[in-house]
């Protein structure tokens, strides 16, 4: 896998060595995403390296170089733009929470993320990512994008005593919590163990089950949703500290042009569960105090997790990131 990425980069390398002489106030950046080309996560952020490349004509461009295992593994991104072995990188938090257990606290905010600069929500950000992970977080790829609890026998209440669900770091402590048992399973396993019995349910962002036809070993979807996913595009910075006035403001135009891009989320997620609910996907609803202690347990768990790593800066984070 390594010799993968160390044969992609030498060869921008070389591309990038020709071509100096044409433009040599020009400069390069090699980026890489956790999933595949296409995939949902990296739609957006390939729509930002589009508008870097038209509008950053003669001052920046982005090397696409590719995403997914096939470039490197998806949780090796987080050190791989930490210590510059790329320059750019479209990746969620939840992958390198090892390096940067804070990172979590995107995916529970409630502030949108257009209003990050104005109540100092991303200057506090990048004071943290920069000194913990060599990083600035150029934006927010995807946002507005609750998960949700799927799965193949219903439930009466918020109790998930008995279910065996697939997880991952974030959300395991709350079903948990619950009272289900959790295991770690690969996405693409994910089909076999639900049609195996392996597992009754899993956790999923609301898009991307009919990816990998989930839909087809799916009966239920619990509401409401809980979480806000995140993806974040991160460039590192001593690759940015480099950089002139005219190419940092090429990078950060097309980052808040693309962190735009999710304002319509909630109406593309309404057309999703139409989607779901014609592929046979019902519709479990909490509603009272079952609703209440789902939400509360789901907030609390990420909370208390990232308050113990982290108490210097895990209040101060739940302060800026969620609303009272």
């Not at 590719?66 to 733009?81: I, L, T």
């Not at 946002?143 to 026998?153: I, S």
């Not at 509401?223 to 590192?236: A, K, Q």
Request: charged share 20%.
């Amino acid at each position: 896998m390594k010799s993968n990425i160390c044969s992609i980069l030498a060869s921008a390398a070389i591309a990038m060595t020709l071509l100096a002489p044409a433009s040599a106030q020009q400069v390069t950046l090699r980026a890489v995403s956790a999933w595949p080309e296409g995939n949902l996560f990296s739609q957006n952020f390939e729509k930002f390296v589009k508008k870097v490349n038209e509008d950053g004509k003669g001052v920046i461009q982005i090397q696409y170089l590719g995403g997914g295992a096939k470039v490197m593994p998806p949780f090796e991104v987080g050190n791989a733009v930490k210590t510059g072995v790329v320059d750019v990188a479209n990746v969620t938090g939840n992958f390198y929470t090892n390096l940067l257990p804070e990172a979590d606290a995107l995916s529970v905010s409630t502030v949108p993320v257009q209003e990050w600069d104005a109540n100092g929500t991303r200057g506090y950000i990048n004071e943290i990512w920069g000194k913990k992970l060599n990083v600035r977080y150029l934006g927010r790829a995807v946002d507005q994008m609750p998960y949700h609890l799927f799965l193949k026998k219903p439930i009466s209440g918020a109790d998930l005593s008995g279910l065996r669900l697939r997880g991952i770091p974030i959300y395991r402590y709350f079903f948990e919590q619950l009272g289900a048992s959790v295991l770690t399973i690969a996405p693409g396993e994910l089909y076999t163990a639900l049609e195996r019995g392996v597992v009754d349910g899993y956790g999923w962002p609301v898009s991307g089950l009919f990816d990998l036809s989930l839909q087809e070993q799916t009966r239920y979807r619990v509401e409401p949703g809980f979480y806000n996913t995140e993806v974040g595009v991160l460039i590192n910075l001593n690759r940015w500290n480099k950089l002139n006035d005219a190419q940092k403001e090429v990078l950060t135009t097309a980052a808040r042009w693309m962190e735009d891009l999710n304002l319509q989320n909630a109406q593309a997620w309404q057309e999703e569960k139409k989607r779901q609910a014609a592929a046979g996907i019902k519709t479990l609803e909490l509603t009272g105090a079952d609703r209440e202690a789902f939400l509360k347990t789901a907030q609390k768990s990420v909370w208390a997790g990232i308050d113990k790593l982290s108490p210097q800066h895990g209040p101060k984070l739940r302060e800026l990131l969620v609303k009272p």
